[in-house]
């Protein structure tokens, strides 16, 4: 693939970088710096490609649409651990494979394929096979799809620390968001323009599309100049996950980040309990539309300034998203519990969702960016491995606890989570700056 124009990619790097020397970077190789302008628009462009992938594969939307539509919604219930757990649980073995190489860009586009063929096979699910067989199709397509994810969650923060200075890290993520949120919404805009619901065979080419994004990306990253790294200890894949675990006894830093990132998961996790509450309104039908619109506002009026932010203080973006989700949960919990879920009209929660998603977005940046800024060479890459997988399990736990609550009511779910993002604020604050 032809290289861009260096003059005009150096200007409008420049331009982002708002910078004198916008090449400066001290933490890199020179020849590395020489390509940062380029590497900096390939890994936004990727970034762009698969946030606008994932608004049309989301779990919590159009996959839970989709096995309601074929017939099988008892499956629904395994959408969002799969998605989310899937990619995490295994990344010890993928980081310590993915160290022993190394350039590992590869991994990534190795991934972005991998995600691209389970999307289509979900699309042939739908198209081809009715009731129980699309459904579990989709399911296991899905699982193809959370394992693909790893390598790419594991090489993306490897490649993006070895070719994006500090300093730059947080803008890319920040703007990369902010770019990927305005195409969500004006593609939430062209779906529910008319009010209604799009036919099957729309949502089947939908899947088609995504999983074409998925191979532009794959192409496109595959372009990027990275530099040759460490590839110290990459022994055997899973004896080296398994001494991978020892940083959590030995690096303190480390292990504090690993329980505050467990404890920020309230953000992620209340928005499904905000729709739940939404769905016991007599509006329900217009609201699909607004909390997918919300969502994609949210990241994409806030991501640019948390980006910023990010890079001049990860920790302090924890921080803040964290007290921004705990309050907005406690104050929800605590006015229905108190007066009920009329006391809140239905326009309320697509308000408090884009509030939360704005929150969401400062904690996963924020978190992002410190894990990136914290180490360097291959403990990078270990501590994603080792966190991710920790967290993917957590994840199952919390879920399982929040599904338990929610037998009492909505709302004490909501209350638990605010609770957690409080404590995960605090866990935060103690924090060394990265």
């Keep these: 693939m032809a290289k861009p124009d260096s003059s005009a990619t150096e200007q409008l790097y420049s331009l982002i970088a708002n910078e004198e020397d916008a090449r400066a970077c001290s933490d890199l190789p020179d020849s590395a710096c020489q390509e940062v302008p380029r590497n900096f628009f390939l890994i936004l462009v990727c970034n ?34 799969i ?20 350039v590992r860009k590869w991994f990534w586009s190795l991934g972005a394929l991998g995600q691209a063929i389970s999307v289509a096979a979900m ?53 990369a968001t902010t770019l990927g949120g305005t195409t969500t919404v004006a593609l939430t805009i062209l779906l529910f323009r008319d009010g209604g619901e799009p036919s099957l065979q729309f949502y089947t080419l939908l899947l088609v599309f995504a999983a074409l994004l998925w191979l532009v990306a794959g192409a496109l990253f595959a372009n990027i100049d990275e530099y040759a790294g460490e590839t110290a ?19 303190a830093p480390f292990r504090q980040f690993v329980i505050t990132r467990a404890l920020l998961l309230c953000s992620a996790l209340a928005a499904p309990y905000l729709v739940l509450l939404a769905q016991n309104s007599n509006e329900s039908g217009w609201l699909l539309g607004s909390f997918l619109l919300a969502s994609s506002l949210a990241s994409s009026v806030s991501a640019s300034i948390w980006g910023w932010m990010a890079d001049r203080s990860s920790r302090q973006v924890m921080i803040l998203g964290a007290v921004i989700a705990s309050v907005l949960c406690l104050a929800t919990g605590l006015i229905t519990v108190a007066g009920g879920e009329d006391r809140l009209s239905a326009w309320a929660y697509p308000a408090a969702f884009f509030v ?21 060479g291959n403990k990078r890459t270990d501590y994603t491995s080792v966190s991710n997988t920790l967290i993917g399990l957590l994840l199952l736990v919390i879920g399982g606890i929040s599904a338990l609550l929610s037998t009492v009511s909505v709302p004490v779910v909501i209350l ?19």
């Design 48 to 81: 762009v490609l698969t946030k606008l992938g994932d608004l049309l594969v989301s779990p919590k939307t159009v996959l839970t649409w989709l096995l309601g539509a074929v017939g099988a919604p008892a499956l629904v219930a395994w959408l969002v651990p």
């Design 83 to 102: 998605r989310e757990s899937g990619s995490m649980v295994p990344q010890l073995a993928i980081g310590a494979w993915v160290r022993r190489k190394p």
């Design 123 to 175: 699309a042939a699910s739908v198209h081809f096979l009715e009731g129980y067989a699309a459904g579990y199709g989709i399911v296991a397509a899905l699982v193809v799809f959370s394992l693909s994810r790893g390598f790419c969650s594991v090489a993306m923060k490897d490649v993006q620390g070895k070719c994006i200075p500090k300093g730059r890290r947080g803008r890319l993520s920040g703007l």
């Design 233 to 251: 200890g990459g022994g055997h894949a899973l004896g080296q996950a398994i001494k991978s675990l020892s940083l959590l006894r030995d690096d």
């Design 356 to 376: 939360l998603g704005i929150a969401h977005a400062g904690v996963r940046l924020g978190r992002k960016t410190y894990l990136v800024d914290m180490a360097g």
């Design 416 to 434: 638990f989570l605010g609770g957690m993002g409080a404590v995960g604020a605090w866990s935060a604050y103690r924090l060394q700056e990265a």
